[in-house]
């Protein structure tokens, strides 16, 4: 299905690429309504987030697609992390080979439900630094959007880097329509600071936020069971309440977590019975059932 014929044949009259805007030239516009032609096709979009590095919102983003995909949705997981994209070695796909195809690249696809796609996956296992200003990095996540063949989905997981710049904000922008937003931390207040920040820059972008989900949440020995609370414990819900969003549970840290990563297996799929795996699955739940209450 080509941009074109989407939207000459689409019945909506509130579309915004229905018509050419007045200051857009012809290669604009045609630009404009080939990635509407790919976002309508896209029922949910959900932006992960965290204003802070290494407080595992790759790992966050790839078992919630996986866990979406697990209960039958078609799941798009887009990685948007130019200068660190996680989400081909989370999933041990990094010498996947990117195909193209009469209507744009194909994503690479895992499992039955899952469709990825990450620079990584077009750098050919290359670790060569990716030096880019801010208009070549909205450059490629606008063809990221449109120009891979993502085809029919029922979500779409976008992995943001950390922080509050150019990625997100033209994430955000391109796509328009986000559902919501998960913000990830951890419990001590160095990441706290910078995570509350990510919630003040949805507030500007009017961006919903779905809630605040709290990783590495203690330790738990595999010896004696006894809990450790390595980062402190209660940052995320305390964050939560004060900037009046929900909180989406504690992730413990789980070296079933730590496995699947290296194993390139979700912990959703590869030990489902984890308290790390299930804590993950009750966000995935409450964005079903979140969805399933709209009109």
Request: hydrophobic share 40%; aromatic share 4%.
């Amino acid at each position: 299905m080509t941009a074109e014929s989407s939207c000459n044949t689409c019945n909506s009259n509130t579309c915004s690429a229905k018509e050419k805007g007045a200051n857009e030239n012809d290669a604009e516009f045609q630009a404009r309504q080939a990635l509407a032609a790919r976002l309508c096709r896209i029922k949910h979009k959900i932006v992960v987030l965290s204003g802070k590095g290494g407080v595992g919102k790759s790992t966050a983003s790839v078992n919630l697609a996986a866990g979406l995909a697990a209960e039958g949705k078609r799941v798009g997981l887009l990685d948007i992390d130019i200068h660190g994209p996680s989400i081909p070695k989370l999933l041990k796909i990094e010498k996947a080979q990117v195909q193209n195809s009469d209507d744009g690249l194909m994503p690479v696809r895992v499992g039955d439900n899952l469709f990825v796609m990450s620079i990584g996956l077009l750098m050919g296992g290359s670790s060569d630094a990716i030096i880019w200003r801010g208009p070549m990095k909205h450059n490629a996540i606008q063809q990221f959007l449109r120009d891979v063949e993502w085809g029919d989905l029922d979500y779409m997981i976008v992995d943001c880097p950390p922080g509050t710049g150019d990625e997100p904000m033209s994430v955000v922008q391109l796509i328009g329509d986000v559902d919501s937003a998960v913000v990830v931390t951890t419990p001590q207040e160095l990441a706290i600071v910078d995570v509350r920040r990510s919630i003040m820059f949805c507030h500007r972008l009017e961006l919903p936020i779905l809630g605040v989900l709290e990783n590495m949440s203690g330790f738990i020995c595999p010896h004696c069971n006894e809990r450790v609370d390595i980062f402190g414990s209660g940052g995320g819900k305390a964050l939560a309440s004060e900037m009046h969003v929900d909180f989406l549970g504690a992730v413990p840290m789980d070296l079933e977590v730590v496995k699947s990563g290296e194993e390139g297996r979700p912990v959703v799929l590869g030990a489902p019975e984890a308290e790390s795996a299930q804590a993950f699955m009750r966000v995935v739940k409450r964005i079903l059932d979140t969805d399933e209450k709209k009109p």
